[in-house]
């Protein structure tokens, strides 16, 4: 859509393994605030790796999670949507499952506005 654009991640890790990014150039998680805009963004996000994932891979198990600097190999926000399991050839063994992710509804409650109602 005009907000973010999904990818396959060339290299998966996980058994479905997509990428969502938004359009416009946000480097890292940490350029979020408590603000309307960054909370949509990131809502919308999380909504299109989940449309995603319920169509490809309905009968799994998914996680969704964004990389937190020094983690982050791109600096170009983007959230990591997995149908799990892992595959044997991720991180998983030196990181842990989630090791430098912070799960998005995680990152959804630190960047809620606090006059907000959802």
């Known amino acids: 859509d005009e907000k973010v654009v999904a990818f396959q991640d060339i290299k998966p890790a996980a058994q479905r393994h997509y990428l969502i990014i938004p359009v416009e150039h946000i480097p890292t998680v940490g350029d979020l605030q408590r603000r ?56 998983v063994q030196v990181l842990g499952p989630f090791g430098g992710l912070i799960e998005a509804e995680t990152l959804l409650a630190k960047i809620r506005p606090l006059h907000s109602k959802v």
């Open 36 to 91: 309307d805009e960054d909370y949509s963004l990131v809502s919308c996000m999380l909504s299109v790796g989940k449309e995603l994932l319920h169509k490809d891979a309905p009968q799994t198990l998914h996680r969704f999670g964004f990389h937190q600097p020094p983690f982050n190999s791109v600096d170009h926000l983007h959230l990591h949507c997995f149908a799990l399991p892992f595959l044997p050839s991720y991180q």
